[in-house]
T-cell receptor, first 113, second 114 residues
């Protein structure tokens, strides 16, 4: 059981470049989400999904796209990277039943120059 | 609007002593969950403890306990017998029953001194 995995661990982009952050979970969780963590601000929700084919916006969705074609995968796309998107990105998953633990991936540290 | 407030940017505690990390929250939903996560310098988010709004007793998990005062809307984390490995960032979070969004506080950096 690998839990929540994220790739890459580190990435440097130039302004305007695009890329996809990968997230996968093997726990058959319905709910998956992406957060960004900036210094002094805790984690903020970017997008989330409650199941395959269903996505919705969180607190800070601008500049990011997501899709959920399978239960396991929830990629985050940056279409045109900006320096303001320099951050640490966390993917998380949990079951929809109950209200307990949300499992986090190890994070991706992204720098946009 | 900020729903989770952690007023202590940094805290120091002597090894083997107890420490309380403060968290207050704001919600009009009668059903919600409160969470504490630990983030060591390695960066991963580690779940520590959960408290449901309807739980009659304060949650405990080993050396961690949650001092839940519903009327005051506070959910303070108490760490007993601090260890050097407890040095980390600690985040309080809340999820309302009618909302999939988990909101986090800004965090408290705890340093345990030998």
């Amino acid at each position: 059981n690998a839990g929540v995995t994220q790739t890459p661990k580190f990435q440097v982009l130039k302004t305007g470049q695009s890329m996809t952050l990968q997230c996968a979970q093997d726990m058959n969780h319905e709910y998956m989400s992406w957060y960004r963590q900036d210094p002094g601000m805790g984690l903020r929700l970017i997008h989330y999904s409650v199941g395959a084919g269903i996505t919705d916006q969180g607190e800070v969705p601008n500049g990011y796209n997501v899709s959920r074609s399978t239960t396991e995968d929830f990629p985050l796309r940056l279409l045109s990277a900006a320096p303001s998107q320099t951050s640490v990105y966390f993917c998380a998953s949990r079951t929809l039943a109950g209200a307990n633990e949300q499992f986090f991936g190890p994070g991706t540290r992204l720098t946009v120059l | 609007a900020q729903k989770i407030t952690q007023t202590q940017p940094g805290m120091f505690v002597q090894e083997k002593e107890a420490v309380t990390l403060d968290c207050t929250y704001d919600t009009s939903d009668p059903s919600y969950g409160l969470f504490w996560y630990k983030q060591p310098s390695s960066g991963e988010m580690i779940f520590l403890i959960y408290q449901g709004s309807y739980d009659q007793q304060n949650a405990t998990e080993g050396r961690y306990s949650l001092n839940f005062q519903k009327a005051r809307k506070s959910a303070n984390l108490v760490i007993s017998a601090s260890q050097l490995g407890d040095s980390a960032m600690y985040f309080c979070a809340m999820r309302e029953s009618n909302n999939n969004d988990m909101r986090f506080g800004a965090g408290t950096r705890l340093t345990v001194k030998p």
